[in-house]
Structure formats: C-alpha cells, structure tokens
C-alpha cells in the first residue's frame, strides 16, 4: 500500500523557520519524483517545490525562492522542505505528493502550517 505521511508543522512567528517532513512506504522512493504543495484558506492547492527522483534537479515558485529549501533522502524513504524567514502569506496546509513517469499521483493528508505573530 502506498502511504505517504507529513509532520512537522506548527505554528511559527514572521521570520522563523520550520523543517516539515514526508515519510513514504509502498514502493521505491527514488523511482518517482516528488513535490511539496500548499492550500491556503479560500485558495486552490498550488505546487511549491519540486524535485527529481535521484535530487539533482529542484524547482521552486518564485515566492519561496531563497527562503524555501526541498531535498529527498532516499535510504530513509523522506522528504524535506526546510522553510526560512516564514511569512503569513505561507499559512497553508502543506501537502507532500509522489508522480510516476505514467502520470500517477499519491497524496499525503497534509500537515498544517501557521505563520503568524
């Protein structure tokens, strides 16, 4: 069964840091590339950060460029978005997302993140 589970959120003041993880089981990690995606309240679901299967290639939405870092460990079968100079704007619930080459998507429930002063 393909499971794929975050932690790590909390809340966090303008300016901190926070590191949310993805843990993943049921198939092999770095056959598929992975994404980090967030859905404020009252907005759709957007892609953050993207990287590839083996983690030599990442992308980023300009907002979170510098401030936001994504990186994959496949041995231990996670993934990482350590998150920098936090804004409100980033309140979110942050959801981790696993893609095949075929087009296949798997989702996990997403944990939330509070920026907030």
């Keep these: 069964q393909v499971q794929l589970v975050e932690t790590g ?3 966090v003041q303008p300016g901190g840091s926070l590191t949310i993880t993805c843990a993943a089981s049921g198939f092999t990690l ?3 590339g992975m994404a980090w995606y967030r859905q404020a309240p009252g ?3 957007e892609l953050v950060a993207s990287i590839s299967n083996s ?4 992308n980023y939405i300009a907002s979170v460029k510098g401030r936001f870092t994504i990186s994959r460990d496949n041995d231990k079968n996670k993934m990482y978005l350590r998150m920098n100079n ?5 309140t979110a619930v942050y959801f981790c997302n ?3 080459s075929t087009g296949s998507n798997f989702w996990g429930q997403g944990t939330q993140v509070t920026v907030s002063s």
Excluded: C, N
Excluded at 55 to 58: A, L, N, Q
Excluded at 86 to 90: F, G, I, K, S, V
């Design 43 to 45: 907005k759709e679901r």
């Design 9 to 11: 959120g909390g809340l």
């Design 55 to 58: 983690g030599d290639s990442t």
């Design 86 to 90: 936090l804004q409100p704007e980033d």
């Design 30 to 32: 770095s056959r598929v």
């Design 98 to 100: 696993a893609y095949t």
